[in-house]
């Protein structure tokens, strides 16, 4: 019940204020984001690489206002380009973006959005590693892959996310599940009407299923985005019967969510990569965590209780 009401709130100025001032915020923040600079989100990959994780750096930031912000998240991220590069890590350290932050919601988003994430990409290719574009609600839908589609002209490892959540998805991952294609397949995060997802928490679940089976039968390489033990177990056992290697398919979590889980997976011989958002813009994603899950609420509010 409290989930849509802390999605709205995810989008409203005055609750971000306040939110965000709290003392109290923080330390459950902390909980989820890496940390506000660049040196605090490699710390956290060299900690996850030590243990046999692979990451996908996010830094943070979505629906900005003008196109000098959106050069900022341009530039924030080849700066963490070129940090990786130093590192030398290939793959084991990738990047995640939101295109939300690369200006796409702006006049003529469209073009300024594939203009600043292209010098990311090439950047990335440039370290050895690869780009995933985040998907965001589903106006944006048409024209992120419409944007990966051409990324992928030059850098087909070029990755895409799918939200089991949405009508449209199965069709997406049947377009999308061909040769070289990376899919990083999640149920999605934010509040969307009923004529385009499904509202009932079953069905997305459902969903999900019948879009693990169509990516794991394709020929690309499907990215499982879940916490979800369910979804975990079908995955593995779709993998298993048909016959993919370890490295031909990899879990994804979220930084800080079920860490036992993502060491357990890995002591398996599975590939597992975390997310690891870092940055001062954490509003967005921390709400978005707090309404997916009524124990990261309660966690959020035991905090303010125990002051
Ligand atoms: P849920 O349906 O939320 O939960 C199912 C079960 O999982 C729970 O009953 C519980 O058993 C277990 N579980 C879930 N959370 C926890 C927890 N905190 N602790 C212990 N157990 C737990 N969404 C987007 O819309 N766009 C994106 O680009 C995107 N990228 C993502 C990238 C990654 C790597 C991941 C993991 C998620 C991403 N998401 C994205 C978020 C995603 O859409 C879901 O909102 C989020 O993952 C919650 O769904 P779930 O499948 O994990 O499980």
Not at 53 to 78: F, K, W
Not at 260 to 266: D, K, T
Not at 288 to 293: S, T
Request: hydrophobic share 45%; aromatic share 6%; with cysteine.
């Amino acid at each position: 019940m409290l989930g849509p009401v802390l999605l709205a709130a995810a989008r409203s100025d005055g609750i971000r204020r306040a939110v965000s001032a709290a003392p109290v915020t923080r330390p459950v923040v902390d909980r989820f984001v890496a940390g506000e600079t660049l040196d605090d989100s490699l710390a956290a990959v060299r900690s996850l690489n030590a243990r046999g994780l692979e990451v996908t750096l996010d830094h943070l930031g979505e629906d900005i206002t003008d196109a000098s912000e959106a050069l900022r998240t341009r530039d924030a991220y080849l700066a963490l380009a070129e940090a990786l590069e130093a590192e030398d890590l290939g793959v084991r350290a990738e990047m995640s973006v939101k295109l939300s932050a690369f200006g796409q919601a702006l006049p003529g988003g469209h073009d300024l959005a594939l203009a600043n994430v292209t010098s990311v990409v090439e950047a990335a290719a440039q370290a050895g590693t690869t780009v995933t574009l985040d998907m965001e609600d589903h106006t944006t839908v048409d024209s992120t892959l419409a944007i990966l589609a051409e990324l992928r002209e030059r850098f087909p490892r070029t990755g895409a996310v799918v939200q089991s959540y949405l009508f449209r998805t199965e069709d997406d991952c049947h377009a999308l599940a061909g040769e070289g294609s990376r899919v990083r397949l999640v149920k999605g995060a934010y509040k969307e009407p009923a004529t385009v997802a499904f509202q009932d928490k079953h069905e997305v679940d459902k969903a999900y299923v019948r879009c693990l089976k169509i990516l794991m039968a394709g020929k690309g390489y499907p990215m499982v985005g879940s916490h979800d033990p369910r979804m975990v177990a079908i995955a593995q056992d779709l993998a298993h019967r048909g016959g993919r290697k370890p490295d031909e398919y990899e879990f994804q979590m979220l930084f800080g969510i079920r860490e036992a889980e993502q060491e357990r997976l890995v002591s398996q011989g599975h590939r597992m990569r975390v997310y690891i958002p870092y940055g001062t813009d954490w509003y967005g994603y921390f709400m978005r965590r707090l309404a997916e899950r009524p124990a990261n609420l309660a966690f959020f509010l035991r905090s303010l209780a125990t002051r």
